[in-house]
Every structure is written in structure tokens, then in C-alpha cells.
């Protein structure tokens, strides 16, 4: 094993990142003792800190495959303290660039103040100008956002959704904006509050990938603002997949859907209250959509003309709506035509 320590670093750290996280971690116990480790040490360090980071709340509800993991307040301590309060492992923590970090904010029914409160740690992280915190964020390459409220309706969800668009805000600010790929922001009902003003923040976002909006009760209308998701462009031009599962959509009008960034190769829209999807060339709004999902609604209305410009491969997946006889064979026809598949 010790054979490979005469190779450079950068080879020798590539090499160890064949092994698996909790060989890394035995091999740091049985070395940490070790004066004369310490060059190897630190190489091991380097193997978990420059890997994925996850970051999570105190009491997760889920867990997710990572290289190393701290709670909201160990992450903040570890990059708070200077060189003369940090410790050997720390300083190497600070001073490794690592692969992504992932904000991973899943709750378990029973905890709620302290659920709150490690968001509004992570707000204040944003907000920090601590030259550690925002040298730590500065160099970072990807950034990925999981936030899983898991409210249920007897909850009062009014903190939740006021701190989760205050992070929201805070983030389409900072310098983290161009590097989140993967964002979810799911169980909140963050679509009871000023939708027509956080939906705009994600255009910020700008090489943002996946976009997770699943079981927010997010509406079609709001008050003065009618059709708010067809109002302008919500999404940057490097978006591929957005999830609306679970919502309280009604209807989806041409402006909702040509809005969508020509990037858009899956939407998801399962289990809304959709009744009506307003014709328009959806292959010339969406020229990359490959992938429709609209199981479970109460989809009543739609033209199947809509998806004869459809790329060949186009999946539309319309199980269990109340689609009549006429169109569902309809676009079986079209999409045998055209080479797409319809699945009901």
C-alpha cells in the first residue's frame, strides 16, 4: 500500500479515489496517531474533502450516498476558525476544493423547530461575509440544493415557507446562483406565498439542469396574477428536467408552455388537477421535450395535432385521465406515424 506514496499527489489522490469512504475512514483512525503519517494523512483527507460533500440538518430524515458529511453547524465550524484555531483536519478541509456540495434539508414529521432553525443557519452561511465561508464557497464547482419539508396538512407551514424563499432569494443573489445544477424544493406549500415574485428567481440559477417543485401547492391562477407560470420565462436556457408533480395545476395555457426553455427534455406533471392543455406546435415551442408526463390528472381537453412536429421517440404518458375515446385514438395514430409512443 505504501508504495504508491512515491507517485505524485494529484496521481496518488486519483488512485485513492478507487477505494471505498469507509476504507478512507479506517485508514485516517489507524493513521491519525502517526507523526510520521502525516503526508499520507493529509492525502487522505484530500481523497474524502475533494469528493461529494454533503451537507445536512441535524435530524435527517433520508440518507444519500456522499464522501464526507456534516451537519449545517459542524460545516460552519470547520470553516469559521482561523489558521490559529484550526486543527490539522480542519485547515485541510478549508483549504480543499471539493467536487460538489450538496444541501441535503429532509425532515422528519416529528421535528420542526430545529428543522427551522438549520435553514436559518444555512441562510446565515449565505449571508456570511466571513473570508472562509466565502472563499470555502467561491471555489466550489457544483453546488446541488435538496430541501424536503414533509408537511402535511395539519401543519402550520407559515415559518417553512417564509425562510425556505428567503434562502431561495439569498441563493439567485450570491455567487452559489451559476453553480447549482440540481435543485428540490418539495412538501413545502411555498405555493401559498408570492409565487408570482420567487417563480422569477430561478432564471438566476444559470446552469441549472433539474428543477424538483414536486407537492408544493403550486396553483395556475393567483388572485390578480392569472396563468403565472405562463406570464414570462421562469427557467434559464440550460434547464433539461422539471418536476410540478403534485401540485394544484389546472390548466396549462401556450404561454406556460412556450415559456419553457428550449433546452426542456423532461416535464413532469403527474397527480395536478389539470383539465385543459391549450393547443399550440408543442415540437416547435419545446423542439427537445422528449418526455411528457401527465398521469393522474383530470385531463379532459387537448389537442392531439399538437404533437405532430414531436421529435421522433416523444413519450407522452397520460395514464388514468378522462381523456374521451376520439382523441386517445387519435394520437395512437399520430404517434405511430410520427414514431412517438403514448402510453395510457
Not at 245 to 258: A, C, E, P, Q, R
Amino acid at each position: 500500500m505504501t508504495s504508491i506514496f512515491i507517485l505524485p499527489n494529484e496521481l496518488i489522490i486519483e488512485i485513492l479515489r478507487y477505494l471505498d469512504v469507509t476504507t478512507v475512514h479506517e485508514l485516517i483512525s489507524q493513521l491519525r496517531h502517526n507523526h510520521s503519517a502525516i503526508p499520507i494523512l493529509r492525502l487522505l483527507y484530500q481523497r474524502l474533502f475533494g469528493g461529494v460533500l454533503h451537507i445536512i440538518n441535524d435530524e435527517p430524515r433520508l440518507q444519500f450516498r456522499h464522501d464526507y458529511e456534516l451537519t449545517i453547524g459542524d460545516f460552519r465550524d470547520k470553516l469559521i476558525g482561523g489558521e490559529e484555531d484550526a486543527n490539522f483536519e480542519d485547515l485541510i478541509f478549508q483549504n480543499v476544493r471539493p467536487n460538489i456540495i450538496e444541501f441535503k434539508f429532509t425532515r422528519q414529521q416529528s421535528d420542526y423547530k430545529r428543522f427551522i432553525h438549520d435553514l436559518n443557519q444555512f441562510h446565515q452561511l449565505l449571508e456570511s461575509t466571513e473570508p472562509n465561508i466565502r472563499s470555502f464557497f467561491n471555489k466550489t464547482l457544483q453546488i446541488n440544493i435538496f430541501i424536503d419539508s414533509n408537511l402535511v396538512f395539519l401543519e402550520n407551514p407559515d415559518s417553512f415557507k417564509s425562510i425556505i424563499i428567503k434562502v431561495l432569494l439569498e441563493l439567485s443573489k450570491t455567487e452559489f446562483g451559476p453553480k447549482i445544477k440540481n435543485f428540490t424544493i418539495k412538501s413545502s406549500e411555498i405555493g401559498g406565498l408570492y409565487v408570482a415574485h420567487w417563480s422569477q428567481l430561478f432564471k438566476y440559477f444559470t446552469s441549472l439542469k433539474k428543477l424538483n417543485l414536486e407537492d408544493n401547492f403550486l396553483k395556475s391562477n393567483y388572485e390578480q396574477y392569472l396563468d403565472v407560470w405562463g406570464m414570462s420565462q421562469k427557467f434559464p436556457n440550460t434547464l433539461t428536467e422539471l418536476n410540478l408533480d403534485k401540485n394544484m395545476l389546472t390548466y396549462i395555457s401556450k404561454d406556460f408552455l412556450s415559456n419553457l426553455p428550449l433546452s426542456l427534455e423532461v416535464l413532469s406533471m403527474n397527480q395536478n388537477e389539470i383539465n385543459i392543455i391549450e393547443p399550440c406546435e408543442l415540437g416547435q415551442s419545446l423542439p427537445n421535450l422528449r418526455h411528457w408526463l401527465l398521469n393522474f390528472t383530470k385531463l379532459c381537453v387537448i389537442s392531439p395535432s399538437m404533437f405532430k412536429k414531436c421529435k421522433t421517440g416523444f413519450v407522452l404518458e397520460i395514464k388514468s385521465t378522462y381523456l374521451p375515446d376520439s382523441d386517445l385514438e387519435k394520437l395512437h395514430i399520430i404517434a405511430k406515424d410520427k414514431g412517438l409512443k403514448v402510453l395510457i
